[in-house]
């Protein structure tokens, strides 16, 4: 499990950064149980913890966790807020970027495939954070967890100009002569977070050309998931 000491610094909240170690339940959620996550919820630090996902779409909607309402998914979306202590959120990814949000009054976990990104989910995120926590920008500290990097993520001419509606070219496109560019869609999402105001810090590692973790775009269909865990713990 990795850790963000930027989130490690936040009092009452508990992350983690999976790898190809921590094993998570495979999509549909119908397939899988909370149970099954024991021995992650144990390894983060929050053993017997609720804990509540998503059907994950790559898009824009940002949904919220009450323990009142179904958890197992809470619905299709691809970021979940939280506001209340004891449940854990956490989203699924395989090169796509995680990102967690957390303040003192609330969290929220983000899967930012370049789709979600270039459709502004990170942004959502941060809105109905804080709308429903009653949270500031400069409450918030952010963590961009490892994903596909730019020294592998080659990609088409939609893909980029769907990130350069977010950010500026040169901090994310990598031209090379004769060959398709690649993109650094996390770099995207720290630009976005740097200018919404929020504290942020960038995790290392490439999930497609580090066997740690798992690739879609290295190991195809046979691909698992790894997935990124935040809460507020009391």
Do not use: K
């Not at 195809?220 to 865990?229: I, S």
């Amino acid at each position: 499990m990795i850790r963000s000491p930027l989130l490690e610094a936040v009092p009452g909240s508990i992350h983690g950064f999976g790898t190809r170690v921590e094993w998570v339940p495979p999509p549909p959620p119908e397939l899988s149980q909370p149970a099954q996550l024991a021995p992650t919820l144990e390894a983060l630090g929050a053993p017997g913890a609720r804990v509540a996902m998503l059907n994950q779409i790559h898009g824009a909607q940002v949904l919220r966790a009450d323990p009142a309402g179904p958890l197992w998914p809470v619905g299709p979306g691809d970021a979940l807020v939280c506001t209340v202590p004891g449940v854990v959120v956490y989203v699924r990814v395989a090169d796509c970027t995680p990102i967690l949000l957390v303040g003192p009054r609330g969290v929220a976990a983000v899967h930012a495939g370049w789709r979600g990104t270039a459709a502004g989910v990170l942004q959502a995120a941060v809105e109905r954070l804080l709308d429903w926590s009653g949270q500031r920008p400069e409450d918030l500290r952010a963590a961009v967890g490892p994903s596909a990097g730019p020294c592998c993520y080659e990609v088409g001419p939609e893909v980029v100009e769907g990130l350069a509606r977010h950010a500026p070219l040169e901090l994310f496109l990598h031209e090379r002569p004769g060959r398709r560019p690649t993109v650094d869609v996390a770099a995207v999402n720290l630009h976005v977070l740097h200018t919404l105001g929020i504290q942020a810090e960038r995790l290392p590692h490439c999930t497609v050309c580090d066997p740690g973790f798992h690739s879609w775009r290295r190991d195809g269909a046979l691909a698992g998931r790894q997935a990124a865990f935040v809460g507020l713990w009391p």
